[in-house]
C-alpha cells in the first residue's frame, strides 16, 4: 500500500514511509535502520512517545492499523527545534518528527483527522503545505503545525504543490490547475483542463508546466494564468516533469518520455522508455533517471537530448514511487517493502534494505 518515496538530507540519513505504515530513517552510509515510528492518531495525554529502534515495535505502546502513505516526506530546519522531518498519512494526518530520533513533535489535526492525504507535503519557508482529498489545500506553521490557511477547490488534491515566487501551484481532480498566495491562500488564478490533474506542476522561468489525464502537457503563464502551449501525449501525463535548461523532459503512461523545448512546446525528442513511466525521475550524472513499471532503470542524457535512452540496471516491478538520489546512487522504495540502490555508473544492485518492521 502506498507509494512513498526518499528524502535524504546532507548527513545522507533518507527518510521513507513503509507498507504497514511508518517513517523510517536509514543511515544510507552502513545501510542501517536508525529509527522507525509508526503513524497513529495522538494517544490520550498527549502525542509525545519514545521512538522505537531497528526492527522492535514503537515505545508508545499498543498495535495501531496500517496507514498507507503515499507522499515523500519533507525536511526541514526549523530554529532552536533543528530538523524536522514530516509525512501524511492516508488516515488524513499530518506528522512532524524529530529528524535525528522520529521523536514525534506534532501532528496536525491534533484531535480527529481530515480526509486521506494522498499529496506530498512540500516546505517553503516556515510553512508546509499539502493537498488533500477533502478538495482541500493546506498551509501549516512548520514548527508547530497550527494551520495558517486551506483553500477550498472542486474536487480531490491528489498533486503536490509547487512553491515558486511566492505562490502555491496546484492541481485538482477539478481539472484546474490553481495558482495561491503562498502567504494567505487567496486564489490568483486557475486554469480548467480536460480532465484530473494527478501531477506534481513545475515551476520555471515564469512559466508553470502541469501534465492532465486529458493526455496533454501544459504551459502556463504564471503571472495570469493563461495558456502558453500545450502537448498531446498518447496517455496521461502522470509524473511530474523535469526542466533542464531550455528543455523540460514529460515522462508520460504511453512509455514515453517527451522531450519538449520549454519556450514553444515543439517536441525535441520522444524517448521509448521501454514502459509506462509512474514514478517520478532524478537528475544524476548529466542523466534524467526514470524507472518504468516493467523492470526498467532508464538513463537520458542531457547533453543531447535527441539520443537513445540507456539501460541502466533491471529493477523491481511496478515501481511508482518517485525516485531519489545521492552520489552514484540512485534509491527506490520498491513495491515490495525493500529500500533498493543502484549504480548508474556501474548498473550494480546492493543488498536491498528491509522496511518490513514489526507493528
Not at 545522507?12 to 503513524?39: Q, Y
Not at 496536525?108 to 519557508?125: D, H, K
Not at 518504468?292 to 537520458?300: A, I, M, S
Not at 546512487?329 to 533498493?340: A, K, R
Amino acid at each position: 500500500m502506498g507509494w512513498s518515496g526518499i528524502a535524504i538530507n546532507d548527513n545522507g540519513i533518507a527518510f521513507t514511509g513503509t507498507k504497514e505504515g511508518r517513517m523510517a530513517s536509514i543511515d544510507l552510509s552502513n545501510n542501517s535502520i536508525r529509527f522507525t515510528e509508526a503513524l497513529r492518531s495522538a494517544p490520550t495525554g498527549g502525542f509525545g512517545c519514545a521512538p522505537s529502534t531497528g526492527s522492535s515495535g514503537s515505545a508508545c505502546g499498543g498495535s495501531a492499523p496500517a496507514v498507507a502513505i503515499y507522499g515523500t516526506p519533507a525536511l526541514a530546519n526549523i530554529p532552536v527545534l533543528g530538523e524536522l522531518a514530516y509525512i501524511a498519512g492516508y488516515n488524513g494526518k499530518v506528522f512532524a518528527y524529530d529528524a535525528a530520533t522520529l521523536q514525534p513533535r506534532w501532528p496536525y489535526p491534533v484531535e480527529g483527522n481530515i480526509s486521506p492525504i494522498v499529496s506530498q507535503t512540500v516546505v517553503s519557508g516556515n510553512t508546509l503545505y499539502f493537498g488533500g482529498t477533502d478538495h482541500n489545500v493546506y498551509a501549516l506553521d512548520t514548527a508547530t503545525g497550527a494551520l495558517k490557511w486551506r483553500f477550498a477547490t472542486q474536487d480531490e488534491v491528489w498533486s503536490s504543490p509547487a512553491v515558486a515566487d511566492n505562490m502555491v501551484f496546484i492541481g485538482s481532480f477539478d481539472r484546474n490547475v490553481y495558482a495561491l498566495d503562498a502567504n494567505n491562500g487567496t486564489k490568483i488564478w486557475e486554469f480548467t483542463t480536460g480532465a484530473n490533474i494527478v501531477s506534481t506542476p513545475v515551476f520555471h522561468d515564469g512559466i508553470v508546466y502541469s501534465g492532465s489525464l486529458d493526455r496533454n502537457f501544459y504551459a502556463i503563464n504564471a503571472a495570469d494564468g493563461r495558456e502558453v502551449w500545450r502537448f498531446q501525449g498518447g496517455n496521461w501525463f502522470w509524473a511530474k516533469p523535469i526542466v533542464i535548461g531550455n528543455t523540460i523532459y514529460a515522462p508520460c503512461l504511453d512509455n514515453r518520455v517527451y522531450a519538449l523545448d520549454t519556450k514553444t512546446g515543439n517536441l525535441i525528442a520522444s524517448h521509448d522508455a521501454g514502459g509506462q513511466v509512474a514514478s517520478d525521475p532524478v537528475v544524476l550524472n548529466n542523466m534524467i533517471i526514470v524507472a518504468t513499471k516493467n523492470e526498467r532503470l532508464v538513463g537520458l542524457d542531457i547533453t543531447n537530448p535527441a539520443s537513445s535512452p540507456r539501460l541502466l540496471a533491471n529493477i523491481p516491478n511496478e515501481v511508482t514511487a518517485p525516485l531519489a538520489a545521492r552520489g552514484n546512487n540512485v534509491y527506490i522504495n520498491g513495491p515490495d517493502n525493500n529500500l533498493y540502490a543502484y549504480d548508474v555508473v556501474t548498473g550494480a544492485r546492493f543488498t536491498p534494505i528491509s522496511l518490513n518492521f514489526q507493528q
